[in-house]
């Protein structure tokens, strides 16, 4: 605490005492029943986070109105009290370790798209239609009155089940802001025109929900700050919304962006190509014009950084969505000082990108995420084994890691004079700092683990033989695929490893053959760096590795960078003035001083076979086995290592 003494102190909003200044922000539950009632898994979802030590928890994407609302079938029911029981213990997982329990009462307004397609009529601030073709009638005041009072309701049930504090989502274009944007109402009747009149809704709110919880129960509201798009309000606008909200709650929240906005996505949850604390700014301003507690989010997992943004007052709260998804624990290991063993969230958007096409939370850095259960229940294992690990990447770390947690006796060899395998040449890329401070966490947790560590010994089968392991782990890794075409050999062509390891070796131009994540995230660098890049790609389009919004945010960038993209373009020779590529439109001579391939990656698989007798037990992951990200490696790693044992 006395590191951090700001982040660290209590703050009392309604006669609540929250113990410290870092809430967990609403997220949507990955798992529920039909009837959009938590299950176990959900529970064990927020949980982790009340006992890693946030101050408040909340479960996002709750619904006011299941029939009318919906944005997905993802939202929890708040109007149906069967749940009771199922939401009482939500909360009481929640509450039992000395965190407040808060909700999110949503309405998703004319964006109720899952609602539309079952028949129910929209309704939003005016008449227009939707980009799917659903008509939206204009709300009469009936109506709106009619949700002012679900909300009411919704709060009331949520204080029944054992929630502390409500959040009110009036941000990122749901049905709140759509009556607060002046460009999403422009009604002349006492519900628009003015900042008073369109803010008279939200205020309603506020205003209803009070009188029904009272005094002694905080009321917190989740805004944009800015919509940051050339359609939508600027700062100046949040500033006079967040003065018209003043002194009807206790906690203003300040997001920012639009979700009908799809480009501000990754500014609403900032990419790894934006500063930390990107979107404090927001906060701050507000701050300064309202006597209401503020609270801040947004690319937020450094305790130093948050410990400043309190102490200087730009903002009274700090709130973590992906920050805790990466490291639950981060609060107590700040507390505790043990700050440097937390996982920073790297930004690469991976969480958001399986939850949207998967319904699952999955993070390359918490193997846990998605299965918070799972990890709480598994029994130790009932016989301690010798387990050899092949390879210190991010896959032979974790696995090493993990079989040392549960008692296994782990040596760890690694071909390099270093932990962290190939990814270890990203060191020095600006925006991939939170990966490389990983690696080094991982490092040190290896050896914290007691792992006996071996630099610089290749595992062949006369070392795994005298060793005599009982379970041996191939994690060997891969190496760059290079591309079947003529003048590969020429002393400017080079992998995207080789550049990473030398970026002196890129000259003033480069041409890129891949548009993969490799290849998309080296030219953002070599754009950083001056260097006018060229992305060569066989394909309609540039591969995201599966992860839609880092692909999203990777776009952004690479316009922003002035990087030339050249797709259904497939290299079919390299010279010393550049690369041929074959189009549609016939062939034409890239010019370039370097070229750098990054066509994917063959796997050791020769190596690892090499190695299956060597032990009993036997087990291949990571690139050794198929080319995988960070998330498969260490989610696979992390089960295989925790399977060890059972019999």
């Not at 709110?205 to 009272?214: E, L, N, P, S, Y």
């Not at 929240?253 to 009908?260: I, K, L, N, P, R």
């Not at 690696?439 to 007691?450: D, P, S, T, Y």
């Not at 998309?520 to 590795?545: F, K, N, P, S, W």
Request: aromatic share 6%; charged share 20%.
């Amino acid at each position: 605490m006395e590191k951090y003494p700001n982040l660290f102190s209590s703050i009392t909003l309604a006669g609540t005492v929250f113990r410290n200044r870092i809430f967990s922000s609403p997220t949507g539950p990955a798992y529920m029943t039909s009837q959009h009632f938590p299950l176990q898994e959900t529970n064990a979802y927020y949980e982790v986070k009340a006992i890693g030590g946030a101050a408040s928890v909340c479960v996002g994407d709750a619904v006011i109105d299941s029939k009318n609302a919906r944005f997905n079938n993802g939202h929890l029911a708040l109007d149906n009290p069967a749940g009771l029981a199922a939401m009482s213990r939500l909360s009481e997982a929640i509450t039992r370790h000395g965190a407040v329990a808060s909700i999110e009462l949503s309405h998703s307004g004319s964006h109720s798209h899952s609602s539309a397609r079952e028949g129910i009529q929209l309704y939003g601030p005016m008449e227009y239609t939707t980009a799917e073709g659903y008509k939206v009638l204009p709300m009469t005041e009936e109506i709106i009155y009619e949700i002012v009072d679900k909300y009411v309701a919704a709060a009331l049930y949520a204080k029944s089940c054992g929630f502390g504090m409500v959040t009110i989502h009036g941000g990122h274009g749901w049905l709140l802001t759509e009556f607060m944007s002046p460009v999403t109402n422009q009604r002349t009747d006492k519900w628009g025109g003015s900042v008073e009149n369109r803010c008279r809704f939200a205020v309603e709110v506020c205003k209803a929900v009070r009188r029904a919880v009272g005094p002694k129960f905080p009321i917190e509201m989740r805004i944009s700050g800015s919509e940051c798009n050339p359609n939508g309000y600027d700062l100046d606008e949040g500033v006079a919304i967040a003065k018209q909200l003043d002194g009807h709650l206790d906690l203003i929240h300040v997001s920012a962006g639009s979700h009908e906005v799809w480009d501000v996505f990754t500014v609403t949850h900032p990419d790894m190509f934006l500063p930390d604390g990107a979107n404090v700014k927001y906060a701050a301003e507000i701050k300064k014009h309202v006597k209401t507690a503020v609270a801040t989010v947004g690319a937020l997992a450094d305790p130093e950084l948050m410990e400043e943004i309190i102490a200087t007052g730009q903002a009274d709260v700090v709130q973590l969505a992906r920050g805790l998804m990466a490291d639950p624990d981060l609060p107590i290991k700040a507390w505790v000082g043990r700050e440097k063993e937390v996982n920073k969230c790297m930004r690469c958007l991976t969480c958001f990108s399986t939850h949207m096409m998967r319904g699952q939370w999955l993070c390359p850095l918490n193997p846990e995420l998605g299965h918070e259960l799972d990890a709480r229940i598994t029994p130790r294992p009932a016989v301690k084994k010798k387990v050899l690990v092949a390879g210190g990447g991010v896959g032979g770390m974790q696995a090493a890691i993990t079989a040392a947690e549960r008692g296994h006796e782990v040596i760890l060899c690694e071909k390099s004079g270093k932990l962290g395998g190939v990814l270890n040449c990203e060191h020095d890329v600006p925006f991939k700092k939170p990966l490389a401070e990983y690696l080094e966490r991982q490092a040190v947790a290896v050896k914290k683990a007691g792992v006996d560590v071996r630099l610089g010994t290749e595992v062949t089968p006369e070392l795994a033989k005298s060793l005599s392991p009982d379970v041996l782990i191939a994690a060997l890794g891969a190496s760059p695929a290079v591309p079947k075409i003529s003048g590969t050999a020429n002393a400017n062509v080079f992998s995207a490893e080789d550049i990473y390891n030398d970026v002196g070796k890129a000259g003033k131009k480069v041409v890129i053959l891949g548009g993969g994540l490799v290849g998309t995230e080296l030219a953002i660098y070599l754009a950083q760096l001056g260097r006018e890049v060229t992305i060569l790609e066989m394909a309609e389009g540039l591969h995201d590795g599966g992860n839609m919004l880092h692909g999203l945010a990777i776009r952004l960038e690479l316009e922003r960078r002035k990087v030339s993209v050249s797709l259904s373009t497939e290299a079919v020779g390299i010279s010393g003035g550049g690369v041929v590529g074959k189009a549609p439109s016939g062939e034409k001579l890239f010019e370039a001083d370097t070229v750098v391939y990054a066509v994917g990656q063959t796997p050791k698989r020769a190596e690892a076979e090499a190695l299956r007798s060597s032990a009993a037990e036997f087990h291949q992951i990571g690139d050794c086995l198929d080319a995988q990200n960070i998330t498969e490696a260490t989610r696979l790693a992390y089960h295989i290592a925790k399977d060890i044992g059972r019999y």
